[in-house]
C-alpha cells in the first residue's frame, strides 16, 4: 500500500468553481501536511502547511486535515485559469522523510 | 523567501556522457538539500538527502555510483549523472529544508532540470 493516495485527474472545472483536491494516507504518525503546486515544467511550490488536524485558510485556498479519517484536502474557491496546475500533497512525521502523492491535474476554464 | 536557484533547467547530453546539476540556496544556509526525480505523470521520488560536509544519503535502489551527490557548501549541492543512460531521461529536482528543529517549516523546491539523453 503507498503511502499517500492521490486521484491523478484530470480535473477540468468552469472559471470560478469551488475545486476540491484531496489525499488519503496510510501512516497515523504523520503530522506535517502540505499542499504544492507546480506548474507544467517548473518545481512546485509550496501553497498551504498544516500541523496535525484542522483547517487552514490563505485567500482562496483552504487546507483541510482530518486524521481521524486519515484525510486531508485542499479547496479552491472562486477558481481563476492561473490556478491550472498540478496540486501535490505531501506529509510526513519527521523533518527529512516527506511523502507526495502523484498529483492531481487541474485545468480551470475560462 | 527563501529561493533554491537550480540550473540548468535543461539539459540534452549523449549516452555515456555525464551531466552536473546544481542547485544553490540564495537567501539561506541549507545543511541538508534533498533530490528528486519525477516521471512523468508520476509522483516526486525521493532519490538522496544530501548533507553539507558529510556523505549523501541514498534511497533504496538509488545507484549512489550513478548519481554522485556533492553538498560542498552551505550554499550549494550537486548531482552529477555519470554514464548517462537514455533510461535516466527524467525530470530532477532539489530541495531544501526552510526552517529549524520544531520550528514550522516546508520545502523550497528548485526549478527542476529536464534531463534527455539520446
Known amino acids: 500500500q503507498k503511502e499517500v493516495e492521490q486521484d491523478p485527474g484530470p480535473l477540468s472545472v468552469p472559471e470560478g468553481a469551488i475545486v476540491s483536491l484531496n489525499c488519503t494516507y496510510s501512516n497515523s504518525a504523520f503530522q506535517y501536511f502540505m499542499w504544492y503546486r507546480q506548474y507544467s515544467r517548473k518545481g512546485p511550490e509550496l501553497l498551504m502547511y498544516?500541523?496535525?488536524?484542522g483547517n487552514k485558510e490563505d485567500g482562496r485556498f483552504t487546507a483541510q486535515v482530518d486524521k481521524s479519517s486519515k484525510y486531508i484536502s485542499l479547496f479552491i474557491r472562486d477558481s481563476q485559469p492561473s490556478d491550472s496546475a498540478t496540486y501535490l500533497c505531501?506529509?510526513?512525521?519527521?523533518?527529512?522523510?516527506?511523502?507526495f502523492g502523484t498529483g492531481t491535474s487541474l485545468t480551470v476554464i475560462p | 523567501g527563501a529561493v533554491v536557484s537550480q540550473h540548468p533547467s535543461r539539459v540534452i547530453c549523449k549516452s555515456g556522457t555525464s551531466v552536473k546539476i546544481e542547485c544553490r540556496s540564495l537567501d539561506f544556509q541549507a545543511t541538508t538539500m534533498f533530490w528528486y526525480r519525477q516521471f512523468p505523470k508520476q509522483s516526486l521520488m525521493l532519490m538522496a538527502t544530501?548533507?553539507?560536509?558529510?556523505?549523501?544519503?541514498?534511497e533504496q535502489g538509488v545507484e549512489k555510483d550513478k548519481f554522485l551527490i556533492n553538498h560542498a557548501s552551505l550554499t550549494l549541492s550537486t548531482l552529477t549523472v555519470t554514464s548517462a543512460h537514455p533510461e535516466d531521461s527524467s525530470f530532477y529536482i532539489c530541495?531544501?529544508?526552510?526552517?529549524?528543529?520544531?520550528?514550522?517549516?516546508?520545502?523550497?523546491f528548485g526549478s527542476g532540470t529536464r534531463l534527455t539523453v539520446v
Open positions: 530541495s531544501a529544508r526552510v526552517g529549524g528543529q520544531g520550528a514550522i517549516y516546508g520545502y523550497t
Open positions: 544530501s548533507n553539507e560536509g558529510s556523505k549523501a544519503t541514498y
Open positions: 505531501a506529509m510526513g512525521n519527521t523533518g527529512n522523510q516527506f511523502y
Open positions: 498544516t500541523y496535525s488536524s
